[in-house]
């Protein structure tokens, strides 16, 4: 295993330490987004330090090579790639109810007034998913005013 993933593993979680001790240590209001910056970071990390420590402290040396070998028939195999393709799109669709789903909210959030009008406007998060969509950016003002319309009504 390569030494960059042990050195990324590392870096990862003295960063995570370091948004840690300024969660803690600063008194601010961005300290939930410290402590959730902490732990995205030292988390991961911890696994890839764990992984190369695993895979570098074999019984054999033989067990690692296998283990390559292992995974690049799974990735390889027919059945296991339409599985990991049909996942994805079934990702992409809930991603995009949840994003429909966001707007509706926020829509409602601004019109109650419990969300400033200027924080509920989704316009560009709108557009970048009609590109993601593969609809062109001339036709995104006229798809975009009939969502927001039809959700202000």
């Excluded at 590392?10 to 948004?19: E, K, P, R, Y």
């Excluded at 764990?50 to 019984?59: C, F, N």
């Excluded at 966001?102 to 829509?107: N, P, Q, T």
């Amino acid at each position: 295993m390569k030494k960059s993933v042990l050195w990324t593993g590392l870096s990862m979680i003295a960063l995570g330490l370091a948004c840690f001790a300024a969660a803690v240590f600063w008194n601010t209001p961005l300290d939930s987004l410290f402590c959730g910056f902490s732990g995205a970071l030292a988390g991961p990390g911890a696994v890839q330090v764990y992984k190369y420590v695993k895979w570098t402290k074999l019984e054999t040396p033989d067990s690692y090579q296998r283990h390559l070998e292992e995974e690049q028939i799974e990735l390889r195999d027919e059945r296991k790639s339409m599985l990991r393709d049909r996942s994805g799109r079934y990702a992409y669709v809930l991603g995009m109810l949840l994003a429909c789903a966001a707007i509706v909210a926020f829509s409602i959030l601004g019109k109650l007034g419990v969300v400033p009008e200027e924080a509920a406007e989704l316009r560009p998060l709108l557009g970048e998913h009609f590109t993601a969509m593969g609809i062109p950016p001339s036709s995104h003002p006229a798809l975009t005013e009939c969502l927001i319309s039809g959700l202000a009504d």
